[in-house]
């Protein structure tokens, strides 16, 4: 059964202060792992997606890795805007096309 | 560009009662899902429309349903509702292709009493 674990749960981080999202996942054959953001009362705003162990794709503070079991958000220098749930989902290969999520890991950077 | 848009954007039901809910996907975009967001947890999935056919299930019951118009936009129903029914519903469109990611609305917070 797909499985995706999020950790921590939560972290708190001083503006500046740069630090690591884990995501643990198990799946029959990864067709894609997905990053989001979502802010309180929104719905998630799509990051990243990879496909293979090795991947690696950046977009502004954030960077995202891809291993055969895990991936990583990396936020360099966070800013206070970067404060929101980052949400780990994956799609297995086996012809299903729904995404399965984690529950997340909320941020908040504090000025 | 409109993105994905939901309606209504918070609804408040009695239990036993049945609610609609509606979504306009992303222009270009001809897959609609949707997921069930409870308080601090992820998005479920509940089913995925393609082509105005259920193309796939989550694990919900036959209570929850949908339709897909030609148009592409789509309406989730709901009968006969449970206080574990309230969460945040949200619509997701993707484009043509396999790989092309999901777009969410900003959902609608549906509340049982």
């Known amino acids: 059964e797909d499985q995706v674990t999020q950790s921590p749960e939560a972290l708190r981080l001083q503006e500046g202060e740069s630090s690591s999202l884990n995501c643990s996942y198990t799946v029959s054959g990864l067709r894609g792992l997905f990053w989001y953001r979502q802010d309180p009362g929104k719905g998630p705003e799509f990051l990243f997606t990879l496909y293979s162990a090795g991947e690696e794709k950046e977009k502004e503070r954030l960077k995202a890795t891809l291993t055969k079991k895990e991936s990583f958000l990396h936020i360099t220098a966070p800013k206070p805007e970067d404060s929101a749930t980052y949400l780990c989902a994956v799609q297995a290969r086996t012809g299903a096309n729904n995404l399965f999520f984690g529950t997340g890991t909320r941020l908040t950077v504090i000025p | 560009d409109a993105g994905v848009t939901q309606s209504p954007t918070h609804l408040i039901k009695t239990r036993g009662q049945q609610v609609t809910l509606r979504c306009s996907p992303k222009s270009g975009h001809d897959t609609v899902s949707w997921y069930q967001q409870a308080l601090g947890q992820g998005p479920q999935f509940i089913f995925q429309?393609?082509?105005?056919?259920?193309?796939q299930r989550g694990n919900f019951p036959d209570r929850f349903s949908g339709h897909q118009f030609p148009n592409y936009s789509s309406e989730l129903n709901v009968n006969a509702l449970l206080l574990g029914d309230s969460a945040l519903y949200l619509c997701?469109?993707?484009?043509?292709?396999?790989?092309?990611?999901?777009?969410f609305g900003n959902g609608t917070r549906l509340t049982v009493t």
């Open positions: 997701a469109s993707s484009g043509p292709g396999g790989n092309s990611p999901l777009h």
């Open positions: 429309y393609y082509e105005e056919e259920e193309r």
